[in-house]
């Protein structure tokens, strides 16, 4: 990629920057050693601020910058739904969610389903979280970042893994949340400056130099069709994003089971100093969400017109030829990109990346400890394990996820459309989890046996939606599996409990809701310029 000295100078001050960070923040302090709530929950002392910066920290990945970019690149601005309606789904979950798991004191999602359902669900569940995240989550995540690293820099896929996971590993293993969060608020810096830097100079160039709007304005005569947020069947796309549907269906169950029920998400949230931090923290969050799409997903469209359009192929010299994205290749879309920006924005936006990256994996990896140690060594392994051995084996358990997402990382080559290809086999069981929670939260008639037996049938009905014989959309697969699981609870509870309510129901009350008038505003606010964005691209 050319990297200048300049580039290696800035990329270097950002490595160091993180790690300085990183590790300041995980000492111990004068007389104190770490707790569990410490290493897992962050002392419970984060500010709004933070945790709005950590969770879009965290969501932000090599799945948004490469993948979402890719899929820009291959279907455009559609995708950027799973972005805009995020933002009301974290209201939601601010409003809705967040007063109940804080007020039960959770460190886990698991540990909700134990105290609402029964221990032998949580573990189940905790199981298939801890399986998702090492073998699918941090695997992704390390595969799409080392394929940035190969692709910009030529470094090979197995020591761009390893490189990755070790940096990751340095500060959030031994720091625990605590480090992570702190070094998220650094990392937004850089993934927010470093993914305007690469969309403005995309723009620049295929104005010819006249500047953002008009290159903006170019995108959008040289390829209307990537810029409709409702697909129509006869594009070749709707089976991944399928219309209206998209509004009304599925995209709700995927949003909803990842802001409101993943812990390496809600795990910032539950580590807020109160309630109304937390939810003024969600509010920003959403706030930002609403400017994600114009950092990874226009740079995808325009890189599809500057490949197809020889003229601008022909400016960009023998740079422009080396990588090209295509069909097939969509995920080299926003690598390409970044390998034709000058000396010195290589450095940023390649620090931005390895900022979306390394804050995923450090969150995931923090995650994955949390539920194993809170959920099945303090359950099964060592009952009276003492605080500093819970968090020697949160670290233990975090090292030992990294080496086998590690290794799973580079079988997961010759994926197209990575952002998609996760969306769909996650949504092969979160439609099922996300029925037995909504049922839990707002149905007291719920039973431990519906959940149970719900959680297991939602996936054989998840695959049996997906036979090529149906033809359903992925998205309306996950609404319907959804919807079929909620009918399967709702019958074997009443079967059950003959439509009386559950002993471990959850007795909502009106003031449980009551949020703050800086939330409210901020939620109107973002309701309000979705509907315009999409008003706009509709």
């Known amino acids: 990629m050319n990297f200048s000295t300049l580039d290696f100078i800035i990329f270097a001050a950002y490595c160091a920057v993180i790690l300085g960070v990183g590790l300041f923040v995980s000492r111990d302090k004068k007389g104190h050693e770490k707790n569990a709530e410490d290493y897992f929950l962050a002392g419970k002392s984060l500010p709004w601020w933070a945790i709005g910066a950590s969770l879009i920290a965290a969501n932000i990945s090599a799945e948004q910058f490469i993948g979402m970019s890719g899929s820009g690149f291959a279907l455009g601005l559609a995708i950027a739904?799973?972005?805009?309606?995020?933002?009301?789904?974290?209201?939601?979950?601010?409003?809705?969610?967040?007063?109940?798991?804080?007020?039960?004191?959770?460190?886990?999602?698991?540990?909700?389903?134990?105290?609402?359902?029964?221990?032998?669900?949580?573990?189940?569940?905790?199981?298939?979280?801890?399986?998702?995240?090492?073998?699918?989550?941090?695997?992704?995540?390390?595969?799409?970042?080392?394929?940035?690293?190969?692709t910009i820099m030529g470094i090979p896929m197995m020591y761009g893994v390893i490189g990755l996971g070790l940096f990751a590993a340095a500060y959030s293993l031994y720091g625990g949340l605590s480090a992570v969060a702190w070094t998220d608020v650094i990392q937004v810096v850089f993934l927010v400056l470093g993914g305007l830097v690469t969309t403005y100079l995309a723009l620049d160039v295929v104005s010819d130099g006249a500047g953002v709007m008009a290159g903006f304005s170019h995108l959008m005569s040289a390829a209307p069709d990537s810029f409709h947020m409702i697909l129509d069947k006869s594009n070749p796309e709707?089976?991944?994003?399928?219309?209206?549907?998209?509004?009304?269906?599925?995209?709700?169950?995927?949003?909803?089971?990842?802001?409101?029920?993943?812990?390496?998400?809600?795990?910032?949230?539950?580590?807020?100093?109160?309630?109304?931090?937390?939810?003024?923290?969600?509010?920003?969050?959403?706030?930002?969400?609403?400017?994600?799409?114009?950092?990874?997903?226009?740079?995808?469209?325009?890189?599809?017109?500057?490949?197809?359009?020889?003229?601008?192929?022909?400016?960009?010299?023998?740079?422009?030829?080396?990588?090209?994205?295509?069909?097939?290749?969509?995920?080299?879309?926003?690598?390409?990109?970044?390998?034709?920006?000058?000396?010195?924005?290589?450095?940023?936006?390649?620090?931005?990346?390895?900022?979306?990256?390394?804050?995923?994996?450090?969150?995931?990896?923090?995650?994955?400890?949390?539920?194993?140690?809170?959920?099945?060594?303090?359950?099964?392994?060592?009952?009276n394990a003492s605080e500093k051995q819970l968090v020697s084996t949160g670290r233990l358990t975090a090292g030992a996820a990294l080496v086998v997402a590690c290794i799973m990382a580079p079988l997961l080559g010759g994926i197209d459309q990575a952002f998609q290809f996760i969306q769909e086999y996650t949504g092969i069981v979160s439609p099922g989890i996300?029925?037995?929670?909504?049922?839990?939260?707002?149905?007291?008639?719920?039973?431990?046996?519906?959940?149970?037996?719900?959680?297991?049938?939602?996936?054989?009905?998840?695959?049996?939606?997906?036979?090529?014989?149906?033809?359903?959309?992925?998205m309306n697969q996950m609404g319907l599996t959804a919807l079929g699981t909620m009918i399967v609870i709702a019958i074997v509870s009443h079967r059950e409990n003959k439509g009386q309510d559950d002993e471990k129901g959850i007795d909502l009350h009106k003031g449980l809701f009551n949020t703050s008038p800086v939330f409210n505003i901020a939620a109107f606010a973002i309701c309000i310029i979705t509907a315009a964005l999409y008003a706009m691209f509709w």
Do not use: C, H
Not at 451 to 462: E, F, H, N, Q
């Open 434 to 474: 996300l029925a037995v929670f909504l049922l839990g939260l707002f149905w007291k008639k719920t039973t431990n046996k519906a959940a149970i037996w719900g959680a297991i049938l939602s996936v054989p009905m998840a695959i049996a939606l997906k036979s090529p014989a149906l033809g359903i959309p992925f």
């Open 238 to 383: 709707f089976k991944n994003l399928p219309g209206i549907w998209v509004l009304v269906g599925g995209m709700w169950v995927a949003n909803i089971y990842y802001w409101g029920f993943n812990q390496y998400i809600i795990q910032r949230t539950l580590a807020a100093k109160s309630l109304e931090e937390s939810q003024k923290g969600i509010a920003l969050a959403a706030g930002l969400k609403l400017i994600i799409p114009f950092i990874v997903v226009i740079p995808g469209i325009a890189a599809y017109v500057m490949v197809n359009d020889p003229e601008i192929l022909a400016r960009l010299g023998e740079a422009g030829q080396m990588n090209l994205p295509g069909a097939g290749a969509s995920d080299k879309a926003y690598p390409w990109l970044l390998q034709l920006l000058p000396a010195g924005l290589k450095g940023v936006a390649f620090a931005a990346l390895a900022a979306a990256v390394v804050s995923s994996l450090a969150s995931m990896l923090n995650s994955t400890s949390t539920i194993f140690t809170m959920d099945i060594y303090k359950q099964y392994i060592n009952k």
């Open 81 to 150: 739904s799973y972005e805009w309606m995020a933002a009301i789904t974290l209201i939601i979950v601010g409003k809705y969610f967040l007063p109940i798991f804080i007020e039960k004191g959770l460190y886990t999602i698991p540990e909700f389903v134990e105290k609402r359902f029964s221990t032998n669900l949580k573990t189940i569940l905790a199981v298939f979280w801890i399986a998702l995240y090492v073998f699918v989550n941090l695997s992704s995540v390390l595969y799409l970042g080392s394929l940035a690293l190969e």
